[in-house]
């Protein structure tokens, strides 16, 4: 291993769970320091307020708005179109828009909370694009997204690392979702010059480009970097640094990802049912142990191995722990080919640190990968899962994210020496 791998490497080791690790560093936090989970930008910018009757404004909203919202201890709290580990939404969206009707060229904040854009950047002969993809332009939209880590960290500590990567793929997953059923094409970018867009964008060191989603038309011209800087707002209230994940962000922001042909995925969904799906899902919080139908199991592990539309990549091979499939024999695929048969519901109820829909599910699916780059690993995986989710759903079967798990035991489980990235539970 190239020592810059193992420096790497060292940031996933570093965020394991164990059966002694959880017991010692449960996590407890208390609900009442939770820090904002939603940015503002002052007043005196401009705001576009988010018309759903406009294609164009629903393509943006659809990506991140609020679906639900419910009450916890007496006070009320909302749940968005992409689901988030504990429910902490750590990203943000900012977005560029260029050559839109009625709609100046600008960079925008996604202003969740209330629906609407501030425009916190007007463009001139400038853009995102030479950060990203220098010597073009792109007509359309160029959405960003960022973590504000620390409504992570606060709970999670370290290991809010992984659940910031994760919760990145699942927005760019949601707004891949609202580009289909707006009928556009979205390409994902992981590989561009992050560091110099953090400091262009002013967050200093409390938020972080990950990734971005490009929909629009590419054409051959030269725009220049911002000329301005756009000064700091905080996205929480308050704030506490924590250098092992500005570190771990730092090494792989900077690292090449692999690299594939840039290939788009093909999907035949009833956009009305698909955008319902979109609308409602949300993570299953308890199962009724029922089974799935084998030709639906096989349809969600098909569309989740269609490819991603990225020429950065990290190859990501499923694991599924099959507990109630009609037809099939329960044990551990790889893939579709059955490596180990028996019953594992307890002990994979177990490993995902004895959560019981690990263990009531239909399938428990496992995601791993041996990476060039972490953060683009991470990311991926947490798309393949928002798909997971959307087309669970839109099939009626129940799905939800599972990011603890004790690590060395669960990959000793599935016998590989892949890093286990992340976990997902289907069922009924
Ligand atoms: C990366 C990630 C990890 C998660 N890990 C767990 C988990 O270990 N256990 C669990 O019950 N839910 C888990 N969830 C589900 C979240 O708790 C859920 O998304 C959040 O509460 C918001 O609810 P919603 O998905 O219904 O909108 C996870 C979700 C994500 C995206």
Redesign the pocket.
Known sequence: MQPKQAIVKSYHDGTKHSYHSVLVNPNYVDPSTQPLSFKFYPHFYRRLNLDINNPIHKFIWLTSTIT?EKNYQNSPYQ??VN?????LYPTEIYVQIRGIENIIDGIYHLEVANNSLSLIYELIDDGLENYITPGKCINGFIFLISCVYYRSSWKYQNRSWR?CC??SG?HLGAIAASAYVHNRKVQLIFDFDKLALNSDLGFENKEFVTACAIAGEFQDKQIRSLRLKVPFVCGTDYFEANQFIEDAYQVTAVQPSSHKELEFPVYDFEQERFFQAIWR???I?RFHKQPISQVDYLRILREAEKPVPAEHFEEIEIFSVIHRVDDMAPGLYKGSSLIKEGDFCDKVGYL??N?A?ARDSAVTLFLVSTYQNYQTAMQIA?FI?HRVYLISNYLGIGC?????FYDDETQEFLGTDKDVL?SIVIGK
Do not use: T
Not at 400 to 404: D, E, N, V
């Open positions: 639900c749940l968005r689901p988030s580990a504990g429910g659940y994760l919760d699942h899902r949300r993570s919080r995902c640190v959560q829909i947490g899962g939800s994210g599972i990011g603890a992340y």
